[in-house]
């Protein structure tokens, strides 16, 4: 969601409704503490909660939360008269007290399909299965995952336990007790989900008289193969990607503030008709988008600047240098000479500790991805892509400021399932994303291709002209050397002098330009380009033809797929070029 901080980072909450007496104030206390050190490590974002509001450990960390003065978003698993069902009376008053809060935002997920409003009539399982959406909820839209928990794994759909397996992402089966939890000591987290474990206990239900569970320390959770591993602190890389989530949002109010931003527009206006009254849902991905957008090209424009001026700056020097070496050995030439270098390291410098070119490829990373996740969403084909999964297969989640996007991607996440719409909507939507995106974006491909392969036409016409004039300049001076020394220019400058000096002159200026375009990597450009306007282009074609509507989906799920990929091989190409990777040995 945006909001005047930027981009919320979002914290679920799970954990046990009940827990021993004596771990009320150490939850509490724990909970502040994870919440400061979270705000003090991201000053310009804005933290926001999500939890269900169930008794014990959801409303201990959220009314920590409102003492801190952070939003809250109420994400109920069920509509509100039903959810207070669950509660006693007095629960209910502390329930609606929280949701009068002025920083509590309150959103009931729909009920599943075959419930109706008398809950009366449910099953404990159908009961269970909203509560099972809720975590669901909470493992797609949180940032990472805060839990109140004794330690055990119980088996029950919905549970602490459960809602903490399927966060981390471990594969839905039965062995919950098979489980283990080690010790990670200074591994990274390497982009896998994260729990932060506030340890409680609780009497065992089976067992009321027995003794309490032993209680550990608070640690950072993720997963380790078929168990759990543990940090006592969070781990480093993980730190670093809340410090590039941060810097994104802390750079976009300062430039926002200078109104150095500009944009080609957002995503939601052009499709606003097909959304109709579920604008609110892409309003997050859109704003992101719009964003990420800008600074890509802000950042853009300031890199390409400065390749731009390092190549003008090493012809001139190219200039300096031989027109002292073979004209004239004029002292202001040389002084000249290194006026460009020592200002060439400054701007080198300044460009590397800026990350210029490094910013712009990781936020046209994120533009690039969001845009195409709100396409996926607008069609109903959000299901068939795994984009974390892409991004984390493409390679691109291994380069230094990428991961933290994963991030950005459930922070802008709707609350909602989407619920299916009718097929006349579904048809207008799948059109929209059709005539805004796909069709778009091919005669954009289209365009760009063309103006590339005439760039590249009308250079390779010059180095020919410039070869060929090479090649006749040398013939020139094997055949009528004596004769270009008697041509006398003046100031002691002959003819011979002056074609020597040009024919090193050239060169050398056309190996710059070669330079450059090599840095700018158009070559590989003008071929991603090409690819993308063949992808494009032809599932255009085929939309326009096709009547199914799951086809349709599936062809804007293969172009989303395909558009991803193409888009983190441009991306790791022009990384490369900035960023040697390491020699080995």
Not at 495 to 510: A, D, H, N, R, S
Not at 545 to 554: H, K, Q, T
Request: hydrophobic share 40%; charged share 20%.
């Amino acid at each position: 969601m945006l909001t005047n901080a930027g981009i919320q980072f979002r914290i679920g909450i799970t954990g046990h409704r009940e827990f021993l007496p004596d771990d009320l104030e150490p939850a509490n206390k724990a909970s502040t503490e994870i919440l400061s050190w979270l705000r003090q490590s991201m000053p310009a974002t804005e933290i926001t909660i999500i939890s269900g509001l169930a008794d014990g450990a959801d409303r201990i960390f959220v009314n920590a939360a409102l003492a801190l003065d952070m939003n809250v978003e109420a994400v109920l698993p069920m509509p509100l008269e039903q959810y207070k069902n669950d509660f006693d009376e007095d629960s209910c008053r502390e329930l609606e007290k929280i949701l009068s809060s002025n920083s509590v935002e309150c959103i009931e997920l729909p009920l599943t399909s075959g419930l109706d409003s008398d809950d009366s009539s449910w099953s404990r399982d159908q009961r269970n299965a909203l509560y099972s959406n809720l975590s669901e909820d909470l493992r797609v839209r949180s940032n990472i995952l805060i839990t109140f928990w004794d330690g055990e794994f119980n088996g029950l759909a919905g549970g602490t336990g459960d809602t903490i397996l399927r966060y981390l992402e471990f594969p839905p089966d039965n062995n919950y007790h098979g489980r283990k939890i080690l010790g990670a000591g200074k591994e990274h987290l390497d982009g896998k989900p994260l729990v932060y474990w506030i340890p409680v206990r609780r009497h065992s239900s089976e067992h009321p008289d027995s003794e309490p569970n032993t209680k550990p320390e608070s640690c950072w959770l993720s997963s380790s193969g078929e168990n759990i591993r543990t940090w006592q602190s969070a781990p480093e890389d993980f730190i670093l990607e809340l410090n590039y989530f941060d810097q994104f949002n802390s750079h976009h109010t300062e430039l926002a503030g200078k109104q150095s931003l500009v944009s080609y527009g957002n995503l939601l206006d052009a499709c606003s008709d097909a959304l109709q009254q579920d604008t609110d849902q892409f309003k997050a991905t859109d704003n992101a988008y719009t964003m990420a957008d800008s600074m890509a090209l802000f950042y853009q424009a300031r890199s390409d600047h400065l390749f731009k001026l390092f190549s003008l700056m090493a012809a001139a020097m190219g200039l300096f240098f031989l027109v002292y070496a073979k004209l004239a050995a004029v002292q202001l030439l040389l002084i000249g000479y290194l006026l460009l270098f020592f200002v060439g390291v400054y701007l080198s410098g300044r460009g590397a500790k800026q990350e210029w070119f490094t910013r712009h490829l990781i936020y046209r990373c994120l533009a690039e991805t969001l845009r195409i996740r709100f396409y996926l969403e607008l069609t109903g084909a959000h299901n068939r892509v795994d984009i974390r999964e892409l991004l984390q297969t493409s390679g691109v989640n291994n380069f230094s400021g990428f991961s933290w996007i994963r991030y950005v991607l459930r922070s802008t996440r709707a609350a909602s399932n989407y619920a299916t719409k009718s097929s006349d909507q579904t048809e207008i939507r799948i059109e929209a994303a059709r005539s805004n995106w796909i069709e778009d974006q091919a005669k954009y491909f289209q365009r760009k291709t063309h103006q590339l392969h005439q760039r590249h036409h009308n250079l390779e016409r010059i180095k020919r002209w410039i070869i060929g004039g090479l090649v006749v300049a040398a013939i020139i001076l094997v055949f009528f050397k004596k004769a270009l020394v008697g041509v006398d220019l003046g100031s002691h400058l002959t003819l011979k002098t002056l074609l020597i000096f040009f024919m090193g002159l050239l060169p050398f200026w056309l190996g710059i330009w070669e330079i450059y375009q090599g840095k700018m990597a158009v070559k590989e450009l003008m071929w991603q380009y090409q690819n993308q306007w063949q992808h494009f282009s032809s599932t255009d074609e085929i939309l326009k033809n096709s009547p199914s509507v799951e086809f349709r989906r599936d062809t804007i799920a293969q172009l989303a797929k395909s558009s991803i990929l193409e888009n983190c091989l441009w991306i790791i190409q022009r990384h490369h070029r900035e960023h040697e990777p390491p020699t080995a040995g």
